[in-house]
């Protein structure tokens, strides 16, 4: 993926991203399986389908699944500008959590444990492992106010 591709609403895609990494990818695919869209990412980054459907605008996708979509996009290349943050407010309560927490949690290298809460991880005791568990009290309470 190293050609450039133009899209309908003149942004590009390269296929070089500037943070990808296999943790980036595995929080890609982890937040577009919110919309049931993990198929369009894989361990090493999107498929050729989800590059299609960038320079599509989202293409054939629901207006929800578009603002995700485009969303992953901007946390796998955070060059990106693809969509406005006005339509972020279009999501609900339980996609702009899982949203803003991923994004946050990318700014302040807690990956790993949002993968925790959004894959669904078990601790040894078989007890799912919240997210919010790992961040300090005042990121819980900023946090706490989106859900």
């Not at 969509?83 to 927490?101: H, N, P, T």
């Amino acid at each position: 993926m190293d050609e450039w591709a133009d899209s309908p609403n003149g942004t590009s895609y390269s296929g070089s991203a500037l943070h990808a990494s296999p943790l980036t990818a595995r929080a890609c695919r982890a937040l577009l399986a919110q919309v049931g869209l993990e198929s369009l990412w894989t361990a090493s980054g999107p498929t050729t389908e989800a590059v299609q459907l960038l320079t599509e605008d989202g293409g054939r996708l629901s207006r929800l699944d578009r603002i995700i979509l485009l969303a992953t996009w901007a946390i796998w290349d955070q060059n990106s500008s693809h969509f406005r943050f006005s339509e972020i407010l279009q999501l609900d309560r339980r996609l702009m959590r899982a949203l803003f927490s991923l994004m946050y949690a990318a700014k302040s290298g807690h990956i790993e444990a949002w993968l925790d809460e959004y894959e669904g991880n078990i601790d040894p005791f078989g007890r799912r492992r919240p997210f919010l568990a790992t961040v300090s009290r005042s990121v819980r309470r900023v946090l706490g106010r989106m859900s």
